[in-house]
């Protein structure tokens, strides 16, 4: 089995660039890397999970609870895996770049509960999509640390410079912020690596923000 890295971060905290910078510079030293972006709106896979960000399902994000909410962000990924890249998990050679995993409901469905709930939340997703459903964890998660007022400030702005419309969690200021805390209390809990995207109320470069993720590369 190659390796396996998973990117997640609020919305807007630059998991698509940074994904996309990291294949880019493990490809330029002759590595095989398959890149993969969750959830797949493109296949049907993802059929629960537009429902439920469309708001389909309520309003806002309260309204399906946070394990429903998880399976239908697991079955999106175990669908894709069964049919699609296990076949590169499986080659050793080949190095699988995720942009948002599971590491995604630890955030956005953790913070649905109260705090006392965090740890068995985590202990039930872990198990769940790791055991039950059998999908291979992360080598190495890589969590990109952005405030809420920013990721919200990034959000609004990527929405009206291009026209695409805001799910129901980029909606929700309050769930956001809850997001945040949730996210912290995963990385100190799993073992993540975070990297603090800002200084002040400023986003960083995107190159120094890639330097960074590359020295954590180090200890794979």
């Not at 806002?60 to 609870?65: G, H, L, Q, V």
């Not at 190095?95 to 649905?112: D, E, G, P, W």
């Not at 039950?132 to 190495?140: I, S």
Request: a negative charge; one cysteine or more; proline letters at 3%.
């Amino acid at each position: 089995m190659g390796k396996f890295i998973a990117i997640d971060g609020l919305d807007g905290s630059g998991k698509g660039t940074q994904s996309e910078k990291l294949v880019e510079y493990l490809r330029a030293q002759g590595k095989r890397v398959r890149v993969l972006s969750f959830p797949m709106y493109e296949n049907e896979s993802s059929a629960f999970v537009k429902m439920y960000l469309d708001g389909k399902l309520g309003d806002k994000p309260s309204d399906t609870n946070a394990y429903t909410a998880s399976m239908f962000f697991a079955c999106d990924r175990y669908i894709s895996y069964a049919t699609d890249w296990k076949k590169d998990i499986l080659d050793k050679d080949t190095i699988v770049v995720a942009n948002r995993y599971t590491s995604a409901n630890a955030v956005h469905q953790l913070s649905k509960l109260p705090k006392e709930e965090w740890e068995s939340f985590l202990t039930w997703l872990w198990d769940f999509e790791f055991t039950k459903l059998g999908l291979p964890k992360p080598d190495m998660v890589i969590y990109l640390e952005l405030p809420p007022a920013l990721s919200l400030s990034l959000v609004k702005s990527r929405s009206q410079t291009t026209g695409q419309k805001m799910d129901i969690h980029e909606k929700d200021t309050e769930y956001m912020a809850h997001c945040y805390d949730a996210a912290l209390y995963s990385c100190d809990a799993l073992g993540w690596e975070r990297i603090k995207c800002y200084e002040g109320d400023k986003i960083r470069t995107i190159d120094d923000i890639f330097s960074e993720i590359k020295a954590k590369l180090a200890k794979l």
